[in-house]
């Protein structure tokens, strides 16, 4: 059991990582401007914090085993998160991130595709941005985790296949399950990828 501090816990990504924590015996800090939209779950006590506050994210992460951020980047500032999770001295630094900065197959990054829709791609701009800046840090422990190309509404099913950079692409698709999505993201807290990298994950 370990001690996680959520920042996003009453988001759509960020909730359902919080039901996974809870159900695995975690003790959970979660984080929201609105904590009173935070599922009341065992283990789970609710704060309000801002992802723009560094020094007040900082405050309530200290002492935590595990700082994970689950919100929008083109909303944050990543400089602030980043800082947060350093000031605040956690073993571990675990971003829920999208797909669109994976490789494509022909080597860019997929949110310079044509084909990538233009409604998502100043998010994933931006989240390219924060794992770039991820790997300028020097002292900081930390994993960003993106999923697969598409993620659909439904049940878990199989196991998830694991890459790095590139797509997990299987005849020919991209795809993972959003129930499935959380399940990667808690299994990366308690058995750990080798640190200071980003991996994705799909069916």
Do not use: C
Not at 18 to 23: A, I, N, R
Not at 55 to 60: E, P, V, W, Y
Not at 94 to 111: F, Q, T
């Amino acid at each position: 059991m370990s001690k996680i501090a959520l920042i996003g816990a009453s988001g759509r990504v960020g909730s359902e990582i919080l039901k996974e924590l809870s159900g695995r015996g975690h003790q959970v800090t979660a984080i929201a401007r609105r904590p009173e939209r935070i599922a009341a779950l065992a283990g789970v006590t609710a704060k309000a914090g801002d992802a723009h506050d560094r020094a007040g994210l900082a405050a309530l992460a200290k002492g935590h085993d595990v700082l994970v951020s689950a919100v929008f980047f083109s909303q944050t500032d990543p400089r602030v998160l980043i800082g947060a999770a350093e000031d605040a001295g956690v073993g571990r630094y675990i971003v829920v991130g999208g797909a669109g900065s994976l490789n494509a197959p022909d080597g860019g990054r997929l949110y310079d595709s044509p084909a990538f829709p233009d409604a998502y791609r100043a998010e994933a701009r931006s989240g390219g941005i924060f794992l770039d800046m991820l790997k300028l840090t020097e002292g900081l422990d930390w994993t960003l985790i993106s999923p697969a190309a598409e993620i659909f509404d439904g049940p878990r099913k199989g196991v998830y296949r694991t890459g790095r950079d590139d797509l997990v692409i299987v005849d020919g698709k991209s795809t993972i399950s959003f129930a499935y999505s959380p399940t990667a993201r808690v299994d990366e807290i308690e058995t750990p990828w080798p640190r200071k990298m980003r991996f994705t994950v799909g069916y």
